[in-house]
T-cell receptor, first 117, second 113 residues
């Protein structure tokens, strides 16, 4: 079974600075996908960024980038130029496939990011 | 594209009562997922539908839980004889395979008193 580990329960960053949220994963699959989601206090999970295991370039989406280090099995999220609205829970997740065509996301426990003015 | 919708947004029920939640996925999405999220945890997978076929059920889903997706459109999740441990946020997500990201609804927060 796949596993996602997020070791930072909480992180603080000053507005306009960059912050890195850590994520390590464990899988025996050769092909896999990694995701980051943001969950504001309202509760909805918002997709941020995706990295495929065979993608040679690190994924980027606006102010979000994924620092993918395959040998270390890490997929850290970097948020540049933090904004007050970035304050939220952030979850790292991995796509897991099962026999019979099923699939699911396996999530870490999350990191609570607080952006200070 | 109206996004994934879930109803109700909040449900308070007494222990032992039955509850039913509804999820309407994004219209062209053939894959639908249910997750449960308890306080301080990430979402945990409950079940997966491809069109109307339920392809996987988590061991978290006891026999008190049942999910359906008639005609491959909306889905319902029913919990019978609710227990206090069922209190959680129930999240629905959908996608169409590619791209792989799942799009989540706002969730239904269940409180069992």
């Amino acid at each position: 079974a796949q596993k996602i580990t997020q070791t930072q329960p909480g992180m603080f960053v000053q507005e306009k600075e960059a912050v890195t949220l850590d994520c390590t994963y464990d899988t025996s699959d050769q092909s896999y996908g990694l995701f980051w989601y943001k969950q504001p206090s309202s509760g909805e999970m918002i997709f941020l960024i995706y990295q495929g295991s065979y993608d040679e370039q690190n994924a980027t989406e606006g102010r979000y980038s994924l620092n993918f280090q395959k040998a270390r099995k890490s997929a850290n999220l970097v948020i540049s130029a933090s904004q007050l609205g970035d304050s939220a829970m952030y979850f790292c997740a991995m796509r897991e496939l099962a026999q019979g065509g099923s699939e699911k996301l396996v999530f870490g426990k999350g990191t609570k990011l607080t952006v200070n003015p | 594209d109206t996004g994934v919708s879930q109803n109700p947004r909040h449900k308070i029920t007494k222990r032992g009562q039955n509850v039913t939640f509804r999820c309407d996925p994004i219209s062209e999405h053939n894959r639908l997922y249910w997750y449960r999220q308890t306080l301080g945890q990430g979402p945990e997978f409950l079940t997966y539908f491809q069109n109307e076929a339920q392809l996987e059920k988590s061991r978290l889903l006891s026999d008190r839980f049942s999910a359906e997706r008639p005609k491959g459109s909306f889905s319902t999740l029913e919990i019978q004889r609710t227990e206090q441990g069922d209190s959680a946020m129930y999240l629905c997500a959908s996608n169409q395979g590619l791209p792989y990201e799942q799009y989540f609804g706002p969730g239904t927060r269940l409180t069992v008193t």
